[in-house]
């Protein structure tokens, strides 16, 4: 009976170790889509970017730039990624897994220069307003009540004078229909919220039919801060998988049958103890 049961206990671990458990999302040895991937095995896009400034820019300055784009990268989920400096103004950054340039430079936000405009175009607040940001799922009207993922904004004291005076302005021209505060991303509208009086809150909601994603990478892009200065793109390519797809095979085999070796040995030789060893050790692994 006893011989039964660990050989059912076998059976059992190597198939999670083997196959995982789709119900609760545990990956098995073989499943490539569960790990990360680096530019070695999966490809990806180079980006080269260099400060658009007349002088050379500052070590700190330079070192923020990096932190920025780190942060950016980690809100996107791409942790393999690598950001280092090239020369005295040039920002190098490899991303696996986005084989087209374009895509990785859009989803990065290199410039990222977020701004409040009026509907003449002024700049009424930019990044140096912004105290924080964070993505939120909530009703995004009282009218309404629905639903939504949006970005709450957090402004800085000294902004929400300005912020003031620039909804008086706009909810004053609600008769020709300019009443409204364009929140942008570059050149690019991503809210343009309509004013019918004056806003004295230091919290502002950001709407604009996001998912669950674009509202994190907006307020991850926010919350990282302005960068200390323009960025211009030099250089964009794709880079193809230097091992390739056989290597990461092999790679996986080998240590799946390495694993499963190390639980049959503890299962036969420690019965019911080398059994919870096992499950520690899928775990772990």
């Known amino acids: 009976m006893k011989l039964i049961v660990v050989l059912l206990a076998i059976a059992l671990t190597v198939s999670v170790a083997l196959c995982g458990i789709a119900y609760f999302d545990y990956p098995g040895v073989f499943d490539q889509d569960a790990i990360p991937l680096g530019l070695d095995l999966s490809g990806g896009s180079l980006l080269v970017f260099e400060a658009d400034t007349k002088e050379s820019p500052s070590a700190d300055d330079m070192n923020a730039v990096i932190s920025m784009m780190r942060s950016r990268l980690d809100t996107l989920g791409y942790t393999e990624a690598a950001v280092t400096k090239s020369g005295e103004k040039r920002i190098q950054i490899e991303i696996p897994e986005i084989s087209d340039p374009g895509e990785a430079s859009a989803k990065l936000g290199a410039t990222a220069v977020l701004t409040f405009r009026n509907a003449d175009g002024d700049i009424v607040l930019?990044?140096?307003?912004?105290?924080?940001?964070?993505?939120?799922?909530?009703?995004t009207s009282s009218v309404s009540g629905k639903y939504e993922h949006y970005v709450s904004v957090t402004l800085t004291s000294a902004a929400v004078s300005k912020f003031s005076a620039a909804t008086t302005a706009a909810?004053?021209?609600?008769?020709?229909?300019?009443?409204?505060?364009?929140?942008?991303?570059?050149?690019?509208?991503?809210?343009?919220p309509y004013v019918s009086e004056t806003i004295t809150s230091s919290d502002i909601m950001i709407s604009g039919s996001f998912d669950e994603a674009g509202a994190s990478y907006l307020a991850g892009v926010i919350a990282a801060g302005r960068l200390p200065f323009a960025l211009k793109e030099i250089q964009a390519q794709s880079l193809s998988?230097?091992?390739?797809?056989?290597?990461?095979?092999?790679?996986l085999i080998a240590g799946g049958i390495g694993v499963i070796l190390v639980m049959l040995f503890m299962m036969l030789v420690y019965k019911m103890p080398g059994f919870v060893a096992s499950i520690a050790l899928l775990e772990y692994t």
């Open 126 to 139: 930019d990044g140096d307003d912004i105290a924080g940001a964070k993505a939120q799922y909530g009703p």
């Open 171 to 192: 909810a004053a021209q609600s008769a020709s229909k300019k009443n409204y505060i364009s929140i942008m991303l570059d050149e690019n509208v991503i809210s343009q």
């Open 241 to 251: 998988p230097q091992l390739g797809e056989s290597a990461l095979t092999s790679s």
